[in-house]
């Protein structure tokens, strides 16, 4: 390993290396910070450039690329709610809170501490274990997802507090719904498509997540621009802008790091699952494993909240490498455009790619080091400018995030049809913010109910019907004893707490 | 204020160059690609790869794309039969005559179903085999092995794929099954939303065998076995993948993609890009393109692409009815 780890460093430290890693890294955070955009297009398009170059150089430019675009996407869903790339997601349900009480500063350093730690950490891993990780990969199968989608839905709770429950899981009912528009997972039905082409594909998770949450938070701010309980509160700009972490978050965050690394790698590793489910999954286990006091400030701006899904979102961008590398499965279209490139330079990936091609696999963990440092780099110093975006008066500020969310959607799918669907849908998720209803609940439910759907309907196929694949795998009944454990938990709290 | 005035101008550049559409003119000199999916997709690829080689060796002075996602390539098509546009060419595949067969009907103005027969087929370019793997723990060799097994226990060979019942994927697997005189609607076919997933599915050991396109397995090569492709004979990109053929189960099929013309193309317009695709194919920049991405060549023009087009509609007929999808 050392011998390889030599090799790796060799090949990544050379001069033209290093000036890819800048220059993906670079890149991938604009198109990160960009909503609509997203690491594959951007990979997509690079293809033609990097023919030509050696597959290392190539490969080290689109991963940095990849992880630039996650560590960027932050950026947006913390300053103005609008999530740049589906993982992060779960970042603005804490970070845009925690930014509106004139802390944006401090909300994108723990932001960029926590993607730096999480993409660190995981390439540790990786280096030491990408060898029996192939193994981890195969390990899942359809029922063991469908839990694992049973347990990510437990996170909801972290919504429904203070009598919010009711409305939580109406906002989850109304998430699986529009999960259900589109062909069917499995055959070759469409569902709910009033004969329109334009859903037979289904609604795209970024145009709900743009709808619900950056346009309808336009729309929101509009519509109670008289309101003097919401009038802007004035910060001033060297709080906005300082990115100073104290000591107790950096306490939090100490403890949140790690574990949230361990769940977001693990997950990525899956070639079913991803960075977005592997950020709510972080989200949720982090809220159960928080004090009771930290609990109540989830949603509204908790450190652990912020820093869980961001470590993890990286972390499991860096573990979507290993099924690629070493069994040349794709698990998202990110990495499957990457592993059309890796096989366009005539490398062939699988378990004996150590041997045949050492430099390739050594160098773009060692590049992921290094990119991690160059994304802290060119992030931090750059914090305290970007957070005063909050400052500019929001009759700017909400044209342009109107802006941005309807050109992003476009540059999307180029169907002028999701521009007109993006604005139905916030209309409504705006009268329903008007009247206390959670957004995070129906996106939650969005992304893990079609997965679930399928994997349920795809166990079922596999047992012929039978509902034994419930307890026939001991990792699934494993993973749905958890998610009873926490469920049973959470209502004996409750019940205990109000005798 | 300074970030943003840039990331707009940025943006802007972006969607100018996306969008970006050629005036039409006499000669064919510069033809517009219209592309049903998003980029990265598998079409995508295709149409830019060719524009790209045709530029480069100069048959074309410019090629533009416009990507147009929606209804499965529908909106694409759609949009080809009723604006009619200049110089203009829309890149499908198979799937297109998948759906001419089923029901996708109501989305033109006017009466009709979408189909191949809607627009000007110019001619198939490139194509992907379909191809039937197991993993290599398996104890099946080939795959006589495998219709073995299903005789004894039907319910002993699960079959993954890429895509929905009904799909490519399906139909390839069902294929291989007919022509070992097994029943191809009793084959348990288990779908996943991706090629990859369906590998990992095989390789986790949920199903025993995948039926999909050879390309989806190109790089999991060392995982799998491929026990048979549906190539007329062996092919140098996996020289160790035995044809289905030569194992005595008469199956052909292959996942084509080439290029239409709006309805009413001219006959002149339509011959000189059906031979400009030709051409372009025996020069070395669109040998970069096709190593680039491992295409197999398989150029099929005019007349020749319609009536191949009539045939694989007519097999697809027969079996999807077999399979109770129609």
Same mark, same amino acid.
């Given at each position: 390993?050392?011998?390889?780890?030599?090799?790796?460093?060799?090949?990544?430290?050379?001069?033209?290396?290093?000036?890819?890693?800048?220059?993906?890294?670079?890149?991938?955070?604009?198109?990160?910070?960009?909503?609509?955009?997203?690491?594959?297009?951007?990979?997509?398009?690079?293809?033609?450039?990097?023919?030509?170059?050696?597959?290392?150089?190539?490969?080290? /430019?689109?991963?940095?690329?990849?992880?630039?675009?996650?560590?960027?996407?932050?950026?947006?869903?913390?300053? /103005?709610?609008?999530?740049?790339?589906?993982?992060?997601?779960?970042?603005?349900?804490?970070?845009?809170?925690?930014?509106?009480?004139?802390?944006?500063?401090?909300?994108?350093?723990?932001?960029?501490?926590?993607?730096?730690?999480?993409?660190?950490?995981?390439?540790?891993?990786?280096?030491?274990?990408?060898?029996?990780?192939?193994?981890?990969?195969?390990?899942?199968?359809?029922?063991?997802?469908?839990?694992?989608?049973?347990?990510?839905?437990?996170?909801?709770?972290?919504?429904?507090?203070?009598?919010?429950?009711?409305?939580?899981?109406?906002?989850?009912?109304?998430?699986?719904?529009?999960?259900?528009?589109?062909?069917?997972?499995?055959?070759?039905?469409?569902?709910?498509?009033?004969?329109?082409?334009?859903?037979?594909?289904?609604?795209?998770?970024?145009?709900?997540?743009?709808?619900?949450?950056?346009?309808?938070?336009?729309?929101?701010?509009?519509?109670?621009?008289?309101?003097?309980?919401?009038?802007?509160?004035?910060?001033?700009?060297?709080?906005?802008?300082?990115?100073?972490?104290?000591?107790?978050?950096?306490?939090?965050?100490?403890?949140?790091?790690?574990?949230?690394?361990?769940?977001?790698?693990?997950?990525?590793?899956?070639?079913?699952?991803?960075?977005?489910?592997? !950020?709510?999954?972080?989200?949720?286990?982090?809220?159960?494993?928080?004090?009771?006091?930290?609990?109540?400030?989830?949603?509204?701006? !908790?450190?652990?909240?912020?820093?869980?899904?961001?470590?993890?979102?990286?972390?499991?961008?860096?573990?979507?490498?290993?099924?690629?590398?070493?069994?040349?499965?794709?698990?998202?279209?990110?990495?499957?455009?990457?592993?059309?490139?890796?096989?366009?330079?005539?490398?062939?990936?699988?378990?004996?790619?150590?041997?045949?091609?050492?430099?390739?696999?050594? !160098?773009?963990?060692?590049?992921?080091?290094?990119?991690?440092?160059?994304?802290?780099?060119?992030?931090?110093?750059?914090?305290?400018?970007?957070?005063?975006?909050?400052?500019?008066?929001?009759?700017?500020?909400?044209?342009?995030?109107?802006?941005?969310?309807?050109?992003?959607?476009?540059?999307?799918?180029?169907?002028?049809?999701?521009?007109?669907?993006?604005?139905?849908?916030?209309?409504?998720?705006?009268?329903?913010? /008007?009247?206390?209803?959670?957004?995070?609940?129906?996106?939650?439910?969005?992304?893990?109910?079609?997965?679930?759907?399928?994997?349920?309907?795809?166990?079922?196929?596999?047992?012929?019907?039978?509902?034994?694949?419930?307890?026939?795998?001991?990792?699934?009944?494993?993973?749905?004893?958890?998610?009873?454990?926490?469920?049973?938990?959470?209502?004996?709290?409750?019940?205990?707490?109000?005798? | 204020?300074?970030?943003?005035?840039?990331?707009?101008?940025?943006?802007?550049?972006?969607?100018?160059?996306?969008?970006?559409?050629?005036?039409?003119?006499?000669?064919?000199?510069?033809?517009?690609?219209?592309?049903?999916?998003?980029?990265?997709?598998?079409?995508?690829?295709?149409?830019?790869?060719?524009?790209?080689?045709?530029?480069?060796?100069?048959?074309?002075?410019?090629?533009?794309?416009?990507?147009?996602?929606?209804?499965?390539?529908?909106?694409?098509?759609?949009?080809?039969?009723?604006?009619?546009?200049?110089?203009?060419?829309?890149?499908?595949?198979?799937?297109?005559?998948?759906?001419?067969?089923?029901?996708?009907?109501?989305?033109?103005?006017?009466?009709?179903?979408?189909?191949?027969?809607?627009?000007?087929?110019?001619?198939?370019?490139?194509?992907?085999?379909?191809?039937?793997?197991?993993?290599?723990?398996?104890?099946?060799?080939?795959?006589?092995?495998?219709?073995?097994?299903?005789?004894?226990?039907?319910?002993?060979?699960?079959?993954?794929?890429?895509?929905?019942?009904?799909?490519?994927?399906?139909?390839?697997?069902?294929?291989?099954?007919?022509?070992?005189?097994?029943?191809?609607?009793?084959?348990?076919?288990?779908?996943?939303?991706?090629?990859?997933?369906?590998?990992?599915?095989?390789?986790?050991?949920?199903?025993?065998?995948?039926?999909?396109?050879?390309?989806?397995?190109?790089?999991?090569?060392?995982?799998?076995?491929?026990?048979?492709?549906?190539?007329?004979?062996?092919?140098?990109?996996?020289?160790?993948?035995?044809?289905?053929?030569?194992?005595?189960?008469?199956?052909?099929?292959?996942?084509?993609?080439?290029?239409?013309?709006?309805?009413?193309?001219?006959?002149?317009?339509?011959?000189?890009?059906?031979?400009?695709?030709?051409?372009?194919?025996?020069?070395?920049?669109?040998?970069?393109?096709?190593?680039?991405?491992?295409?197999?060549?398989?150029?099929?023009?005019?007349?020749?692409?319609?009536?191949?087009?009539?045939?694989?509609?007519?097999?697809?007929?027969?079996?999807?009815?077999?399979?109770?999808?129609?």
């Amino acid at each position: 390993m050392i011998e390889g780890i030599l090799i790796g460093l060799t090949t990544a430290l050379t001069f033209q290396n290093i000036l890819m890693v800048m220059i993906g890294c670079f890149f991938g955070t604009i198109i990160g910070m960009l909503p609509g955009l997203g690491p594959m297009t951007a990979i997509a398009l690079m293809i033609p450039i990097t023919y030509g170059f050696d597959p290392a150089t190539g490969l080290i /430019l689109m991963a940095g690329v990849y992880y630039g675009a996650v560590f960027g996407g932050s950026t947006s869903s913390i300053l /103005l709610n609008a999530p740049g790339v589906p993982g992060t997601v779960a970042t603005s349900f804490d970070g845009y809170p925690m930014a509106q009480q004139g802390k944006a500063g401090k909300a994108l350093a723990i932001a960029a501490w926590s993607s730096f730690a999480g993409g660190t950490l995981s390439a540790i891993y990786l280096l030491f274990m990408a060898p029996s990780l192939s193994k981890v990969s195969l390990s899942f199968r359809s029922p063991d997802y469908f839990a694992l989608m049973i347990l990510g839905l437990t996170a909801i709770a972290a919504f429904s507090s203070k009598g919010q429950f009711l409305k939580a899981m109406m906002m989850v009912v109304l998430g699986l719904m529009l999960a259900s528009v589109g062909q069917d997972s499995l055959s070759d039905i469409t569902r709910f498509t009033f004969n329109n082409m334009n859903l037979t594909d289904g609604i795209s998770f970024v145009l709900v997540v743009m709808a619900t949450f950056a346009m309808s938070e336009a729309l929101t701010i509009i519509l109670k621009r008289n309101d003097p309980t919401s009038a802007a509160k004035q910060v001033s700009l060297t709080e906005l802008g300082s990115i100073k972490i104290n000591k107790e978050e950096r306490t939090k965050m100490y403890k949140t790091i790690p574990r949230s690394s361990v769940i977001g790698f693990l997950i990525g590793v899956l070639p079913g699952a991803g960075a977005t489910i592997a !950020s709510f999954l972080a989200y949720g286990m982090e809220r159960n494993v928080v004090s009771d006091e930290e609990k109540e400030k989830f949603g509204k701006g !908790s450190v652990n909240g912020l820093s869980a899904p961001e470590t993890a979102n990286n972390a499991a961008c860096s573990g979507s490498f290993v099924p690629m590398l070493t069994l040349g499965i794709p698990g998202s279209g990110t990495t499957a455009v990457m592993l059309g490139a890796l096989l366009g330079f005539g490398v062939q990936p699988g378990p004996r790619l150590y041997m045949t091609n050492p430099e390739i696999f050594w !160098s773009i963990i060692m590049s992921m080091y290094i990119g991690m440092v160059i994304l802290l780099i060119l992030n931090l110093p750059l914090i305290p400018y970007i957070a005063r975006i909050l400052a500019v008066p929001k009759n700017y500020l909400i044209p342009l995030i109107l802006f941005f969310s309807v050109t992003g959607i476009y540059v999307m799918s180029f169907n002028n049809f999701d521009i007109y669907l993006m604005i139905g849908i916030a209309v409504v998720a705006t009268f329903l913010r /008007l009247y206390d209803f959670p957004m995070p609940p129906l996106i939650l439910a969005f992304v893990l109910g079609g997965l679930m759907e399928e994997n349920l309907r795809r166990s079922l196929l596999l047992s012929n019907g039978s509902w034994e694949f419930l307890w026939d795998r001991t990792l699934t009944a494993c993973i749905l004893a958890t998610t009873i454990l926490i469920v049973v938990w959470h209502i004996y709290k409750t019940f205990r707490k109000k005798n | 204020m300074k970030n943003l005035k840039k990331i707009v101008s940025v943006l802007f550049s972006a969607i100018l160059l996306f969008s970006a559409t050629t005036s039409s003119s006499v000669a064919i000199d510069k033809l517009h690609f219209v592309i049903g999916g998003g980029a990265g997709g598998g079409w995508d690829g295709t149409a830019r790869g060719t524009g790209e080689a045709l530029t480069k060796a100069g048959m074309l002075s410019s090629a533009s794309f416009e990507n147009m996602s929606g209804g499965g390539g529908g909106k694409a098509l759609a949009y080809m039969i009723n604006t009619k546009p200049a110089n203009t060419v829309l890149v499908q595949s198979t799937p297109l005559v998948l759906r001419s067969i089923t029901r996708h009907k109501g989305y033109v103005k006017g009466s009709g179903t979408l189909s191949y027969k809607d627009v000007v087929p110019i001619a198939g370019v490139i194509g992907d085999y379909g191809a039937i793997a197991v993993a290599k723990s398996s104890s099946f060799k080939n795959f006589k092995d495998v219709v073995n097994a299903y005789k004894k226990d039907p319910n002993s060979v699960k079959m993954a794929g890429g895509s929905v019942r009904g799909s490519m994927d399906h139909l390839i697997g069902a294929l291989a099954f007919q022509a070992a005189g097994a029943d191809p609607n009793a084959v348990q076919y288990i779908p996943y939303d991706a090629g990859g997933k369906a590998l990992a599915g095989l390789l986790s050991g949920e199903t025993q065998i995948i039926s999909t396109g050879l390309g989806e397995l190109m790089g999991a090569r060392d995982q799998v076995r491929i026990i048979g492709i549906t190539a007329p004979s062996r092919v140098s990109d996996a020289p160790d993948a035995p044809t289905l053929k030569e194992q005595g189960y008469d199956v052909q099929f292959v996942n084509w993609r080439g290029f239409f013309g709006p309805p009413g193309m001219s006959n002149a317009d339509r011959a000189a890009i059906a031979k400009m695709l030709g051409d372009v194919q025996k020069t070395p920049e669109w040998e970069t393109v096709r190593a680039r991405n491992a295409w197999v060549n398989i150029y099929n023009p005019e007349g020749k692409f319609v009536s191949f087009l009539e045939k694989q509609t007519q097999e697809m007929t027969a079996l999807m009815k077999k399979l109770g999808v129609i």
